[in-house]
């Protein structure tokens, strides 16, 4: 059985252009560690 946490979360706006200027990225940092196998980092 895994184990998953998010280390850390947070959102940008990248864009400047008139029609993209409200789009938002959002990052997520997920640590997953499965005993036995090993330990995961996502973005």
């Given at each position: 059985?895994?184990?998953q946490r998010l280390a850390v979360e947070w959102t940008?706006?990248?864009f400047t252009g008139i029609?993209?200027?409200s789009w938002?990225?959002?990052h997520r940092v997920i640590v997953e560690h499965t005993?036995?196998?090993g330990t995961?980092?996502?973005h």
């Open positions: 059985m895994s184990e940008e706006n990248p029609g993209k200027r938002a990225v959002e005993p036995g196998v995961d980092v996502r």
